[in-house]
């Protein structure tokens, strides 16, 4: 009984969240950089608002981020001291190729990643890359319209394949694309879609979805050709969603929005557009763009393991003025009122992770891999110094014990767990640090004040302990 001895017990990032530096080492600009803290964030990710330039009435947050361009080295020994086997960070395509569509990459930010593998070789940390999370190129964005172009396919495609033959021998786990079905609800953001007025938003989403998911295919095969020894995981927002009572109509309404968050990992894992998503895109008028070898390419090339985020369960009802709405991860989702919410109105549903841990397995028979799971919530500093985070190691705790339940008592097959925001980082949502997940504080405000220094939390020294003892000691001392 237990975990697995190799568990991969770790922690994530996602470079434009954490990085900064956004103008070193040549990077070029991406979407990301362009995404202002404050209201017009929202409409900004969602593709309603343009955001091309910077604009100087905005403060933009990713672009010193915590300074992890330039504190890498003392991080990765931090999370080496948590015990950490993995950690899951993201590349910066502008790093790579600056424009994106550059024939030659650019050495300084392959240079910068190495190390970065590196330095978790050193401490015999496993290195888990996200290929795409949420970036893309600006000048791919201006000259072709982000990923509603199909020539975004051949640009992924390299940007890739340079990672595996750069990396060959040091990574072995990748993530083709951080949660593919955030496209429904945070276009911009996950494939650099602004809509033009007369523009149908769901065509656009589906043409981009469609290049994405070719695009995944393609590499999971290169992956292999180029190293058998890699393994391939797709990326998905997860959270099931419970219908608000037991009306047949609720429940009706809870099945289709699972299968709006199941539907794309659904072609990566299985290698097909299932028939319910097939008449989804019918019913809204839209079509899939397949072209010749579209449908081979997704059949011969499915995903080797599934990786999701979970932070809350969500709830469903059919009728669209019933019950207060809560934001859950970008997801709508109706208020559940057997739970209790975080200081940003995310619902806390430690079962609920369970929940979705058998329903993935049940669905895919393929192993799972959690990595993404935390709790945001504002922290303070104490007279002493420290940072008494008790309801974060709370929230971990019981995420924990629920995930060891479905392995141990449903057997689930799971490769690993990586908590999100290790270090504290910029929130994707809102754009503030101050909505913190990390084992580590940062020193720095919403308004960018602070000197960026690192400081222990109590969660710390308690996920030492949870790792070195495989997840059996999970008890909290005062
Ligand atoms: C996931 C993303 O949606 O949730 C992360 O993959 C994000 O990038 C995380 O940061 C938590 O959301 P938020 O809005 O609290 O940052």
């Known amino acids: 009984m237990g975990l697995p001895k190799d568990f991969l017990w770790g922690g994530a990032t996602a470079a434009n969240q954490c990085e900064g530096g956004y103008q070193e080492g040549g990077r070029g600009l991406a979407n990301v950089d362009l995404m202002p803290l404050g209201k017009d964030r929202y409409l900004v ?25 330039h504190h890498y080295k003392e991080d990765i020994a931090l999370f080496a001291q948590m015990g950490f086997k993995t950690y899951r960070l993201s590349i910066a395509w502008t790093r790579i190729f600056p424009n994106g569509d550059e024939d030659l990459p650019n050495e300084s930010g392959l240079a910068f990643y190495e190390d970065m593998f590196r330095e978790c070789k050193k ?30 396919i051949d640009f992924y495609v390299k940007l890739a394949k340079t990672l595996f033959e750069r990396y060959k021998g040091l990574v072995r786990y990748w993530l083709t694309f951080n949660e593919i079905n955030m496209i429904l609800h945070f276009p911009f953001v996950a494939a650099g879609l602004y809509f033009e007025e007369g523009e149908d938003p769901t065509q656009v989403k589906i043409t981009a979805v469609h290049h994405e998911l070719i695009a995944s295919s ?5 992956a292999h050709e180029i190293d058998p020894e890699n393994r391939i995981g797709c990326m998905m927002a997860a959270g099931s969603y419970y219908p608000e009572t037991c009306a047949p109509e609720d429940y009706w309404k809870a099945i289709g929005d699972n299968r709006e968050s199941y539907m794309f990992i ?29 449908k081979k390419i997704l059949r011969e090339n499915t995903v080797d393991f599934i990786s999701f985020s979970y932070y809350s369960s969500r709830v469903s009802s059919a009728n669209p003025d019933k019950g207060k709405q809560t934001e859950s991860n970008i997801f709508a989702s109706v208020v559940n009122p ?28 393929k192993p799972l891999f959690i990595v993404e799971n935390g709790l945001g919530a504002r922290d303070t500093i104490e007279e002493d110094g420290s940072i008494q985070d008790d ?21 689930v097959e799971l490769m690993g767990y990586t908590t999100w925001g290790c270090i504290d980082l910029i929130s994707n949502g809102t754009g503030e640090i101050e909505k913190r997940y990390g084992f580590i ?13 690192r400081i222990p939390k109590k969660s710390f020294y308690w996920y030492k302990k949870v790792i070195e003892s495989n997840g059996e000691d999970l008890s909290i001392e005062s």
Request: proline share 4%; charged share 25%.
């Open 123 to 152: 401490y015999g940390i496993e290195p888990l890359v996200t290929i795409n999370h949420f970036d893309c190129p600006m000048h791919l964005i201006k000259t072709y319209g982000g990923w509603r172009s199909r020539r975004m």
């Open 266 to 294: 659904d072609v990566q894992s299985w290698g097909y557009y299932p028939n319910y998503a097939l008449k989804w895109v019918e019913s809204r008028g839209a079509i899939i763009p397949f072209e010749k070898n579209d």
């Open 338 to 365: 057997y739970l209790k919410s975080s200081d940003w109105g995310w619902m806390i549903d430690p079962l609920g992770l369970r929940i979705t841990m058998n329903e993935l397995y049940d669905r895919y028979r």
């Open 441 to 453: 504080y940062v020193d720095r405000d919403n308004q960018g004040n602070g000197t960026f220094r």
């Open 391 to 411: 309801y974060r190691i709370k929230y971990l705790k019981e995420h924990i014990q629920a995930m060891i339940d479905a392995v141990e008592q449903d057997g």
């Open 218 to 222: 393609l590499v999971t095969k290169l």
């Open 45 to 69: 990710g969602t593709g309603q608002k343009k955001m091309f330039e910077f604009d100087g009435q905005y403060v933009y947050p990713a672009q010193e981020a915590v300074d992890m361009y």
